[in-house]
């Protein structure tokens, strides 16, 4: 593991990377008390030739600098992260699997250390970083996923932190996944507001392919970054390679609200597409239906199909750029 | 320090007394992740003949049991947390001081110990309490705050978790804790939704004690248990003794919800007799003046004068019932 301390006195410290280890840490610390923590999710990824790669990295670190910063928790430089994080994926290197679809996943986290239960800045802090060796999120090819749209839970709201990676945002979550699980859904479809906007998907960001009612225009859409929606890199990257690769194909790609009702009409009139979600755990998960107030959406998957055709050029596209079989600005050699 | 540790396979384990100690755990952990925790703040009070008591403790253990479900913590039974408290604050009797003002902070603390990194429900958890000796919040004298009424950041909402205390409603307000302090107030007025409704103060309940402009009726108000107000015991307290003991004096008593339009109307007519925040640190917490939209509301207290007529009767009502002066039920002999 990765350790950099920090008090607000002295900045930060010496790197260190040790063997994997405990944290020996006063029952006082603040994280303990106040969720003073924040995490990024990131692989390195193995290509055919060897070769080791990082996915966008730089995002990564920009956004852990976002969410710290949120929550009075120091910043780090970019650059010098990306440079110690080079060097841990380089020296854990044979943990990376040389195989498609595998990684090793790479977790920094950042939490705040100070010894004491007065509810403010924390004066110290610990940078750190762990690493897995993780398979492919879909082994035997893509499982589509049923959601629960959840009203009686609200994930996010404006002027809060739903768009940043804190812990904060994930431990109130667990309740309604239990509850969505129990009648038999895999994850809820976040929504916000009276209207009913639909936000995100358990902890991935949310996608839907639909046809237009009078011109038959197919467009991909996503809800744009209002603050309540995560920040999600994997779908920066599906916008844009939408643009570039769909747009040519005729189809709109929007950044935009729409409500479980727009969402229902175009179920129910058999102009949704396809639906999905993206994260960096499974780059895409395809849906197949999603419970609303008593109906159950068809979400465009014939029957023993498991992903619609945008869900799984996107896994394709974006994967042969993570493994270099495309090579693309996006994939940081090591 | 008391621990009790828990399985999802084993439940509680038995609770263990032990030297104050770092807790030793895996970077996986989920409580450094996922914010999976949850805390009480209690105190332990020596009467002017020496005697130890507790105030409205089953309150505080009730509250902890909805905020560990509410994140898919265990719960553990309220009867045998008091039992082992009470051993545990005779054991350490010593460390209470022996004067009015002063007392025995404790602080019961939940945390998911699940060492994996995937976002689901804990699979082990460690209840502890740590404890400290306190002094007087005011030592000399009540000190009246100032508060920013803040309209960018939104502490709680509806379908959220802002009514329990889980870490996760802390760490998100020190940033706006902090730019309220560098414009010179204390704390921040919580605010909430278009019409901006009161709601909290810092971290205490907010109380509000305004004349009537027709019927020059006074009545003490505090915002309504709708979801985004914890649950605090004092404000419980405050509002219980104000139904008792100022309603026979001709007082109205409301949980109701009210605007800042409202609370700044009452103060710019000088119809705001006084504004105060309560809570277990200081009981209660008496508001000069509020900063809402450039104007600065003064709240009722002349120069000078550092806490208002109800707000003094409040503390001295609560403080006599939590050091035995007046025998109550709340105030729990040891």
Not at 266 to 273: M, Q, T, V, Y
């Amino acid at each position: 593991m990765l350790s950099i301390e920090w008090t607000a006195s002295q900045g930060w410290f010496a790197p260190r990377i040790t063997p994997y280890q405990n944290l020996s840490l006063d029952p006082a610390t603040s994280v303990f008390h106040y969720a003073f923590c924040c995490f990024e999710g990131m692989k390195a990824y193995k290509t055919s030739e060897g070769q080791v790669r990082l996915f966008r990295p730089d995002k990564n670190i920009a956004r852990l600098n976002r969410s710290s910063a949120r929550i009075a928790l120091p910043k780090f430089s970019i650059d010098a992260f990306i440079e110690l994080l080079s060097k841990f994926v380089a020296m854990e290197e044979r943990f990376i699997p040389a195989a498609r679809g595998y990684s090793l996943y790479l977790r920094p986290n950042m939490i705040g250390t100070q010894r004491t239960l007065g509810v403010g800045p924390p004066g110290s802090a610990l940078l750190y970083l762990i690493a897995s060796p993780v398979g492919p999120y879909y082994p035997t090819g893509f499982r589509a996923i049923s959601l629960e749209a959840t009203e009686y839970a609200v994930r996010a709201w404006p002027g809060g932190v739903g768009d940043l990676k804190l812990g904060a945002n994930y431990a109130p979550c667990i309740v309604p996944q239990l509850q969505a699980a129990k009648r038999g859904f895999h994850q809820n479809l976040w929504l916000f507001g009276e209207e009913k906007f639909v936000t995100e998907v358990g902890t991935m960001n949310f996608f839907a392919a639909i046809r237009d009612k009078e011109t038959g225009k197919k467009t991909l859409m996503t809800p744009p970054l209002d603050g309540t929606i995560l920040e999600g890199i994997i779908r920066d990257s599906v916008l844009d390679l939408a643009r570039e690769r769909l747009k040519p194909e005729g189809w709109e790609v929007e950044e935009r609200k729409f409500t479980m009702d727009e969402l229902a009409s175009a179920a129910e009139d058999g102009r949704l597409i396809e639906a999905f979600g993206t994260g960096t755990a499974a780059v895409v998960s395809p849906v197949r239906k999603i419970s609303w107030r008593g109906r159950l959406l068809e979400c465009g998957l014939k029957e023993g199909q498991e992903a619609g055709d945008v869900t799984r050029r996107m896994k394709d596209w974006i994967e042969d750029i993570q493994y270099g079989v495309e090579e693309h600005p996006w994939s940081w050699k090591i």
